[in-house]
């Protein structure tokens, strides 16, 4: 089963706007990745946040961590049409038998219009 | 021009043939990942390796099979006990026991003839 889920499953917003989008897990974690996925490509890394962290910056992106409810957020400001994208969380969970396997949330689906 | 390679970008299969994925990485990645989209999907963990000539199996490795007899390569085969083989399907590589940042190739999408 997912470990991740998020949440909106789509959302549509105007260029300029910010976007937020949501990501619950279940079990502990050693550290929570966003990744983008532009329609029918791979997925490119987009940031990390350790689970002694609890917020990180990159450009227009800031993503949150509350590991005491086990969710994070990723927020992009400023949103542009080419932003447009599918938005996956990925979380490296802890324990022994993880073998640095990542587990993905279902994702976001972005729309940004111009 | 370092990456992840994937090839072919788009395979048919015919009932009851096995196909191969050929997934191929100049990063010196220790790690490599096999994973499957179905549409509005998450990716679901096929087969990983952490290291050459050593492989395990990740949620929905049924109907699969792998290879790693190079650190570069980690070729995936469909096999026809795969039933619902139509999917997209990722290769991904990482350093091996670093913070655990997946590549991804631009995958291949495979139906069913």
């Known amino acids: 089963s997912q470990q991740g889920e998020e949440d909106p499953q789509a959302l549509s917003i105007q260029e300029g706007e910010n976007a937020t989008m949501n990501c619950s897990y279940k079990?502990?974690?050693?550290?929570l990745q966003w990744y983008r996925q532009n329609s029918g490509r791979g997925l490119v890394h987009l940031i990390l946040?350790?689970?002694?962290?609890r917020e990180k910056h990159s450009g227009r992106l800031r993503v949150t961590l509350d590991t005491s409810k086990k969710s994070s957020s990723l927020l992009i400001t400023a949103s542009r049409a080419a932003d447009t994208a599918s938005y996956f969380c990925a979380t490296d969970d802890a324990g022994g038998t993880s073998y640095g396997k990542l587990t993905f949330g279902q994702g976001t689906i972005l729309t940004v219009h111009p | 021009d370092g990456g992840i390679t994937q090839s072919p970008k788009y395979l048919f299969r015919k009932e009851g043939q096995n196909v191969t994925l050929s997934c191929e990485q100049n990063l010196n990645h220790d790690a490599m990942y096999w994973y499957r989209q179905d549409p509005g999907q998450g990716l679901r963990l096929i087969y990983y390796?952490?290291?050459?000539?050593?492989?395990q199996k990740g949620d929905i490795a049924e109907g699969y099979s792998v290879s790693r007899e190079k650190k570069e390569s980690f070729p995936l085969t469909v096999t026809s006990a795969q039933k619902n083989p139509t999917a997209f399907y990722l290769c991904a590589s990482s350093l091996r026991g670093g913070k655990n940042i997946q590549y991804f190739g631009a995958g291949t999408r495979l139906s069913v003839l």
């Open positions: 946040i350790r689970s002694n962290e």
């Open positions: 079990t502990s974690i050693n550290n």
């Open positions: 390796s952490q290291i050459v000539n050593d492989f």
